[in-house]
């Protein structure tokens, strides 16, 4: 067991939640295109593919569905957003803002 009260305890040492994990693992995938723009995908074959248990990858699903990443298709799984002009205007947008002219 941990002693939480050893000097050598951090909070950024602590282990990640298997549900933190996943999540952090397909929006990497997402973001780096491993899981293509469109793409038909269901929790099973995710879990395959990753390595990850199939509840924190419902979990995992079910926050980048809230952040834009994907949609659920009633009854048949889920689907990648795909890239359209807005997403890519909006990334136009923030390179403006953050790089010098």
Avoid: Y
């Amino acid at each position: 067991m941990l002693d939480q009260s050893s000097p050598l305890h951090h909070p950024s040492l602590q282990p990640e939640g298997k549900n933190t994990f996943a999540f952090k693992r397909l929006k990497r995938a997402l973001t780096n295109c491993e899981l293509a723009p469109g793409e038909a995908i269901s929790e099973g074959d995710i879990a395959e593919r990753f390595g990850l248990g199939r509840a924190a990858v419902r979990n995992a699903l079910a926050r980048l569905e809230m952040e834009g990443f994907i949609f659920a298709i009633p009854r048949n799984g889920w689907q990648v957003a795909p890239i359209t002009g807005a997403s890519i205007g909006d990334v136009i947008g923030a390179r403006q803002l953050v790089e010098p002219q």
